[in-house]
């Protein structure tokens, strides 16, 4: 594979400036070596000191950042596996009963989808790999290593989760008040998907020493909700991301049942500011959805120089509610994109969810402040999104000395028929491209994906492979914990039922 080239554009955007107002180099090119932007300027520039450098690309093309999946779980779509949507608390349990694919198959699935709408980047939190930690250990190699394979830079965590797992009281106390028999085979599942916090923390340092400081992978920390962690456990973690200067990724506010549970638990306080009060919010801190935050919350988190994820198809879906995403950005937070566990169309296309957090925070009025622009929302999913993983000074930006990820789309399936010579380039992109228009999608320097095909592994094979291994009957495990997780949802329902006012 090419380690230097020139990357020629019609467009390069190179990203977005102080003034909210997109960089763009007319006739641009890019001066690619061993990994990284060593030039960038107008092809005429380039051109007289480029020597024999191969270029790729074309006056056709526009160029510009890869994208940033900054909150993803699963590759094949819980829909697909036999969960159709429902409320998150409903939801989480029904999933116990799907079809499983390998992890590396399933990773490569979702891989493939990311890398086709332009995302270089993804953040993967990871869940519900079955006790021992050195399962756990495996498993999660077998993620890394599908991501290693395909060529996409990935952040990568095996979430902790260790109370209030079924619903938001302790379990044993829950399982005490169901059937015996149900009872029994809730507490046996339970027990498989146990592990220590002091065996997540060393499962995190194992990884951490085994990736070695690869370029394209990196391990971070992720309590995956406050209902779900111990504040003994949260201090743990706190102290190790500030050890290690790692990145935490913490699911925070996403239901009405979550704010509900958090003021119970924090004495009346919200859950951000329970989160404060342990330490946890400052820069290294990501919260993923948001929905139900106050002024107050937003306040806090934008002095502590922290994160938000905005997972809008995700929230859609599951009746989470709207996150307060333009209070958000009125405060200047930092807030990135996440396709979760699927978009609106059940995959993962970063074009479309672009659109769909631009359109759904269009509120009435007359002031454009009012509302996301499109370059508010390229933003939010190449820098911002960048800001929130381990990768930032490399990536979101191109720029001399950050990371060659870069995508190519072919303009003509944006400006065909027509567009108006007055319409900006980044407009046209969020508000009109296709993953059908991605043509090129290069990481860390490397083509990963020319004309639409994938260049280190072989899509067909993979997707035939899936195609044999999931339309296998159901094996018998598959099945018992499908009718265990039917039999537990009304026991749920009627556990949120008056949930809020108590």
């Not at 998150?88 to 399933?106: M, N, V």
């Not at 925070?361 to 933003?379: C, E, H, K």
Request: a negative charge.
């Amino acid at each position: 594979m090419m380690k230097n080239m020139i990357v020629h554009a019609g467009q390069v955007i190179t990203g977005v400036n102080a003034d909210n107002e997109a960089e763009v180099i007319e006739d641009g090119a890019i001066e690619v070596t061993d990994g990284d932007i060593t030039r960038i300027g107008t092809l005429a520039e380039l051109s007289r000191e480029r020597g024999n450098l191969p270029v790729i690309g074309g006056a056709g093309f526009v160029a510009f950042p890869g994208f940033v999946n900054a909150h993803h779980h699963v590759g094949l779509t819980p829909l697909q596996l036999g969960s159709p949507d429902l409320p998150l608390e409903l939801w989480i349990s029904q999933r116990i009963g799907g079809k499983t694919a390998p992890l590396y198959l399933d990773t490569l699935y979702s891989a493939f989808e990311m890398i086709r709408s332009g995302v270089t980047t993804v953040q993967h939190l990871q869940g519900r790999i079955v006790a021992p930690i050195s399962n756990v250990h495996e498993k999660s190699h077998e993620v890394l290593s599908a991501y290693r394979d395909i060529g996409m830079r990935a952040s990568y965590s095996f979430g902790v989760r260790e109370q209030n797992r079924i619903v938001y009281e302790d379990d044993e106390k829950f399982i005490s008040r169901l059937p015996s028999d149900l009872g029994g085979r809730v507490r046996s599942f339970l027990a498989t998907q146990t592990v220590a916090i002091e065996d997540h923390l060393q499962l995190f340092e194992t990884l951490r020493a085994d990736l070695n400081g690869d370029p394209l992978l990196a391990v971070q920390l992720a309590p995956v909700n406050l209902q779900w962690c111990s504040d003994a456990s949260l201090i743990k973690i706190r102290d190790m991301s500030a050890r290690f200067g790692t990145p935490i990724h913490m699911h925070l506010l996403e239901t009405p049942f979550q704010e509900a549970y958090a003021r119970q638990r924090a004495g009346g306080k919200t859950a951000v500011e329970h989160v404060h009060r342990l330490g946890l919010l400052n820069e290294r801190i990501t919260l993923g959805h948001g929905v139900w935050m106050t002024d107050g919350d937003l306040d806090l988190i934008q002095q502590a120089g922290a994160h938000i994820c905005h997972n809008c198809s995700s929230n859609m879906r599951l009746r989470s509610g709207w996150a307060p995403m333009n209070a958000m950005r009125h405060r200047g937070i930092n807030v990135a994109i996440g396709m979760d566990e699927a978009g609106l169309n059940d995959d993962r296309d970063m074009l479309q969810e672009m659109r769909v957090v631009l359109h759904s925070n269009r509120v009435p009025g007359l002031d454009s402040a009012d509302v996301p622009s499109p370059t508010d929302v390229f933003r939010m999913a190449t820098e911002f999104g960048a800001n929130t993983t381990p990768f930032k000074p490399k990536i979101g930006r191109l720029a001399k000395g950050r990371a060659a990820d870069i995508v190519l789309l072919d303009w003509s399936q944006v400006s065909y028929p027509f567009l108006d010579a007055g319409i900006k380039a980044i407009d046209a992109l969020v508000h009109r491209a296709k993953s059908s228009g991605v043509h090129t999608v290069m990481v860390n320097g490397q083509v990963v994906l020319q004309d639409g095909q994938f260049t280190l592994v072989d899509e067909q094979s993979i997707l035939d492979e899936i195609v044999e291994i999931l339309n296998q009957p159901m094996t018998e495990a598959e099945s018992s914990l499908r009718q265990m997780a039917g039999e537990l949802i009304p026991h749920i329902t009627d556990f949120f039922q008056d949930y809020r006012d108590r």
